[in-house]
Each structure stands twice: as C-alpha cells, then as structure tokens.
C-alpha cells in the first residue's frame, strides 16, 4: 500500500495551547487526504479531509495544511482540550479511484491539564 | 455517528476455536473493510469488499476468510484461531456517493486467543 509515516509518536501539549500533528505520504497521485481520531476502545473518527487542488481547509477548531511539493501534511487543533486526547492518524488513498486507504502509525496526544 | 456494528466487542477464546467476527452497517453502503490493528497502532487492510460476492485480499496478509452475501454484512471467521491472532479488528465502509471519502468505522472487536 501507499507509504505513509508520521513524524512524532507522541505529543504531550498543555490544556489550551495548540497542537500540530505531522504526517509525510509518498504518493503524488493520492487526489485527498484524511485525518481520523482514535479514542481508547473506539473505532476510527473522520477528522477533516482536504483535496489535492487545496493547500488548507479549516473545520471546527482544526486545520489541516498540504504542501505536495514535499508531500507532507499537517493537522493543527487550536485551545486543545482534554476531550481532544486521542491517538491521530493520517489516511491516504492509493490514488484515482481507489477506494483502500493506508493509514500512518499514529501521533498518541496527551493533553495535561 | 456512524451506523456500524461490530460485534462481539471483546472475545477470549482458546487456540484452534473457529471464530466469526461480525460487522453490519445499516447505511447502504457498498464498499466495506477489515482492518486489524495493535494497540496505538497503526490500521492494516486485511480484507475488502466493493459489493456483493466480492471480496479482495488486503495488504496484510492474514489466515481469515470473509464473505459478502448481503450488501449490509461483512462478517471475517477464523477457522482455527492461535495466539498470533491476538488484535483488534475494526470494520469500516464507504458509500458510493463521491461527496465524502471517508471510511466509516464500527467500534472493533478486540480478540485474545489464549
């Protein structure tokens, strides 16, 4: 599957400062991106997805950067909180039309109080 | 909130039981997936489905089969279970609407293979 990897396991950030989670893919034929958190015995929740043709999207207290030209992405939570304590991967399609996702190893954020 | 099931969400069982996992979702949907997973890990395909009576190996390999005889039911046996299968495995689909890209995922089912 695609090769996707994730910069930090960890992330320990304090209650109300920002988060920035990494994430770097090698396949430039991927036309979206997915973020999904994990909380302890749940499945997989979507996050935000961001296109190819876009370079940044916001949500809810989040946003996600893409720079394709070092094919790397970003997902940054503003005032984290507690409730955002979770482990965090970044999904890739193979390409076009294919609809299997790789999944990278995961950030596992801690957030103090 | 998703509408997948997974069940059971916590099976121990002893080594050479044959085991279904089940996975179900009410949405309509007809891609479906198996992924398994070590905890904090990252999600390994192991099986898909992109309607009835397809099925597709994943990108790891595993000893479990799975079947698609209805679009709403994705289940995975174990026909002889050992340690090594000691994980959790999480079900997911994806319609075919082109709106959303996202997998849906059910909340897993964690097995112990003692």
């Known amino acids: 599957g695609e090769n996707v990897g994730l910069h930090l396991p960890t992330l320990s950030v304090q209650e109300g400062d920002n988060s920035i989670i990494n994430c770097a893919y090698s396949?430039?034929?991927?036309?979206?991106f997915i973020w999904y958190k994990q909380e302890s015995g749940k499945g997989p929740q979507f996050i935000i997805d961001?296109?190819?043709?876009?370079d940044k999207r916001q949500g809810q207290r989040v946003t996600v950067l893409l720079n394709k030209t070092v094919k790397h992405l970003s997902l940054q939570i503003a005032a984290t909180q507690p409730g955002d304590s979770a482990v965090y991967f970044c999904a890739v399609p193979g390409g076009s039309n294919d609809y299997k996702l790789s999944f990278g190893a995961g950030t596992t954020v801690t957030v103090r109080a | 909130e998703a509408d997948i099931y997974q069940t059971p969400r916590y099976l121990v069982i002893g080594t050479g039981k044959k085991i279904t996992l089940e996975c179900s979702q009410t949405?309509?949907?007809?891609?479906m997936y198996w992924y398994q997973q070590d905890p904090g890990m990252e999600l390994h395909l192991i099986h898909y489905s992109y309607g009835v009576n397809s099925t597709e190996k994943g990108d790891l390999s595993s000893e479990s089969t799975v079947s698609r005889i209805r679009t709403e039911h994705f289940p995975l046996t174990l026909e002889s279970a050992r340690p090594s299968h000691t994980s959790q495995y999480l079900c997911?689909?994806?319609?075919?609407?082109?709106?959303?890209?996202?997998?849906?995922f059910g909340p897993g089912t964690r097995l112990t293979v003692l």
């Open positions: 961001i296109r190819s043709n876009m």
């Open positions: 396949n430039s034929a991927s036309d979206y």
């Open positions: 997911a689909s994806k319609g075919h609407r082109e709106t959303y890209n996202e997998q849906f």
């Open positions: 949405m309509g949907h007809d891609k």
